[in-house]
């Protein structure tokens, strides 16, 4: 025990000269000047109209009027040409390796049809890599983060994490697995995604990327670490991520990439999956008729987000305070079409008066002994049927003592936002965004580039590697 204390006590010393300091502040304020609008073609061939930023903003799309961005889709007109409008926002500014802390408030997914998606991609794809943060399609419960790259990069499938590693290779080629899967993980709990994320107020989705690791924390709206708060990010006393992409050589596979926040509907994933889930298919016949022809049912169809910081470890430097964001402390309202910020919480969250350590990267604990098991399958049970809807507002904040040190994302310590029981998770693994040269100009649609059709590979994916679109 002694031994092992000594072996963690070295590791963080190795990195105690460092510290992660704030490089970009996307702040509501400054967010549609430092984000481009993407109005070209869909490169995953999902059933969407991205518009411009004009348009947008006119349209009541996009909005940074009161102390969030709001970013929407059209939910009052029927849909035509290449499908719903909506819209897509990269980053101006590309990078590599650093710490992406997001703090949102509300996002699109859970609804039949939709496909949303805050994820980061390089200019060729899959060659400079692709990762995603937050992703998932229809009514999917638990969120989807996974890696995408070039043949030959395979992560460890060693339980440093909380959530489930659900396949380890990352090439989106493998002859043995589904066409475009990748390292896909899933979060162990369903505050993480969709309307149970919404009903909480949300949180902060914090992404640290390194030569060694990238590594996926969730903390719902009360579990955020104070040094978060403080602009002082310490990933070191987080706890284990929700994902730990790790055993990879990832500054081979991974170039700058540009940090992406998008809503599309239907496409490979979302109608591969449509007819496996019998609510979305008791709308329609297909998922491009239901988002064609029901505009009301995208309401809720929107990201809420506070504000997005981009931190870059500058070993030998101390962090510098960032200004104090707006008020985050919201909860979502899902009965107006309306674009108003959330109602201030009225729950109590967690507080501590502890200073925050000195910050370092995120350093796993010694692997578990090789007795114990490894993650289960994925689930292949088709989706429950529908629950209840969701409370509107948090549900009490668990106790937590002001000394702790530890902000780990435990699902089990949080607390039931439901009647009803929580729901089983959907089956989901594939990934299809397909994203190949992106171009500094926003209204030129990206051509994919032609890739080899892999090898078909018999799995037990229910979907198959059949629908999954090829190039």
Same mark, same amino acid.
């Given at each position: 025990?002694?031994?092992?204390?000594? %072996?963690?006590?070295?590791?963080?010393?190795? *990195?105690?000269?460092?510290?992660?300091?704030?490089?970009?502040?996307?702040?509501?304020?400054? %967010? %549609?000047?430092?984000?481009? *609008?993407?109005?070209?073609?869909?490169?995953?061939?999902?059933?969407?109209?991205?518009?411009?930023?004009?348009?947008?903003?006119?349209?009541?799309?996009?909005?940074?009027?009161?102390? !969030?961005?709001?970013?929407?889709?059209?939910?009052?007109?029927?849909?035509?040409?290449?499908?719903?409008?909506?819209?897509?926002?990269?980053?101006?500014?590309?990078?590599?390796?650093?710490?992406?802390?997001?703090?949102?408030?509300?996002?699109?997914?859970?609804?039949?049809?939709?496909?949303?998606?805050?994820?980061?991609?390089?200019?060729? /794809?899959?060659?400079?890599?692709?990762?995603?943060?937050?992703?998932?399609?229809?009514?999917?419960?638990?969120?989807?983060?996974?890696?995408?790259?070039?043949?030959?990069?395979?992560?460890?499938?060693?339980?440093?994490?909380?959530?489930?590693?659900?396949?380890?290779?990352?090439?989106? *080629?493998?002859?043995?697995?589904?066409?475009?899967?990748?390292?896909?993980?899933?979060?162990?709990?369903? !505050?993480? @995604?969709?309307?149970? %994320?919404?009903?909480?107020?949300?949180?902060?989705?914090?992404?640290?990327?390194?030569?060694?690791?990238?590594?996926? #924390?969730?903390?719902?709206?009360?579990?955020?670490?104070?040094?978060?708060?403080?602009?002082?990010?310490?990933?070191?006393?987080?706890?284990?991520?929700?994902?730990?992409?790790?055993?990879?050589?990832?500054?081979?596979? @991974?170039?700058?990439?540009?940090?992406?926040?998008?809503?599309?509907?239907?496409?490979? /994933?979302?109608?591969?999956?449509?007819?496996?889930?019998?609510?979305?298919?008791?709308?329609?016949?297909?998922?491009?008729?239901?988002?064609?022809?029901? $505009?009301?049912?995208?309401?809720?169809?929107?990201?809420?987000?506070?504000?997005?910081?981009? !931190?870059?470890?500058?070993?030998?430097?101390?962090?510098?305070?960032?200004?104090?964001?707006?008020?985050?402390?919201?909860?979502?309202?899902?009965?107006?079409?309306?674009?108003?910020?959330?109602?201030?919480?009225?729950?109590?969250?967690?507080?501590?008066?502890?200073?925050?350590?000195?910050?370092?990267?995120?350093?796993?604990? $010694?692997?578990?002994?090789?007795?114990?098991?490894?993650?289960?399958?994925?689930?292949?049970?088709?989706?429950?049927?529908?629950?209840?809807?969701?409370?509107?507002?948090?549900?009490?904040?668990?106790?937590?003592?002001?000394?702790?040190?530890?902000?780990?994302?435990?699902?089990?310590?949080?607390?039931?936002?439901?009647?009803?029981?929580?729901?089983?998770?959907?089956? !989901?693994?594939?990934?299809?965004? *397909?994203?190949?040269?992106?171009?500094?100009?926003?209204?030129?649609?990206?051509?994919?580039? $032609?890739?080899?059709? $892999?090898?078909?590979?018999?799995?037990?994916?229910? @979907?198959?590697?059949? #629908?999954?679109?090829?190039?």
């Amino acid at each position: 025990m002694r031994a092992t204390k000594l %072996f963690l006590l070295a590791a963080m010393a190795k *990195f105690s000269a460092g510290a992660y300091v704030l490089e970009d502040d996307y702040q509501p304020s400054n %967010f %549609f000047d430092d984000f481009e *609008f993407f109005d070209g073609a869909d490169p995953s061939n999902a059933y969407v109209t991205y518009v411009d930023q004009s348009k947008a903003e006119e349209a009541g799309m996009a909005s940074n009027d009161d102390d !969030f961005v709001y970013l929407g889709v059209d939910h009052k007109n029927v849909a035509t040409g290449s499908g719903r409008e909506s819209v897509r926002l990269e980053t101006k500014k590309t990078y590599k390796h650093g710490l992406i802390v997001a703090d949102i408030s509300h996002m699109p997914g859970g609804i039949c049809g939709t496909w949303p998606a805050f994820w980061a991609t390089g200019a060729s /794809w899959p060659e400079d890599g692709e990762f995603d943060i937050i992703e998932g399609v229809n009514r999917q419960k638990e969120n989807a983060m996974a890696l995408h790259t070039s043949a030959g990069c395979t992560v460890e499938n060693n339980g440093l994490s909380s959530g489930k590693l659900v396949t380890t290779d990352c090439d989106v *080629f493998s002859p043995n697995q589904p066409t475009n899967q990748g390292c896909l993980a899933e979060a162990p709990s369903s !505050f993480s @995604y969709g309307p149970e %994320f919404n009903a909480i107020g949300g949180g902060v989705y914090a992404t640290e990327w390194t030569s060694e690791a990238i590594s996926i #924390w969730f903390f719902p709206r009360f579990k955020i670490p104070s040094d978060i708060k403080d602009g002082n990010p310490n990933p070191s006393s987080w706890g284990k991520p929700a994902a730990h992409f790790t055993g990879c050589d990832l500054d081979k596979y @991974y170039k700058e990439q540009k940090i992406i926040f998008n809503t599309a509907f239907c496409g490979g /994933w979302a109608s591969g999956t449509w007819n496996s889930d019998k609510i979305c298919t008791a709308k329609a016949s297909t998922c491009e008729e239901y988002v064609q022809n029901n $505009p009301e049912a995208f309401k809720e169809a929107y990201w809420s987000i506070n504000y997005m910081k981009v !931190f870059q470890d500058k070993p030998g430097q101390s962090p510098k305070p960032s200004p104090a964001p707006p008020s985050t402390t919201t909860t979502s309202t899902s009965t107006s079409s309306s674009r108003q910020a959330p109602p201030p919480s009225t729950e109590n969250p967690p507080t501590t008066t502890q200073a925050p350590p000195t910050t370092a990267p995120y350093q796993p604990p $010694p692997p578990p002994p090789a007795s114990e098991p490894s993650a289960p399958s994925p689930p292949n049970d088709p989706p429950a049927p529908p629950s209840a809807p969701a409370p509107t507002a948090p549900a009490p904040a668990p106790t937590t003592s002001s000394s702790s040190t530890s902000f780990s994302y435990d699902p089990s310590n949080l607390p039931t936002c439901t009647p009803p029981p929580k729901p089983s998770c959907v089956t !989901f693994t594939t990934k299809t965004t *397909f994203v190949t040269t992106i171009t500094r100009n926003p209204k030129q649609a990206i051509v994919p580039l $032609p890739q080899p059709t $892999p090898t078909e590979y018999p799995t037990n994916n229910k @979907y198959g590697a059949g #629908w999954r679109r090829r190039t």
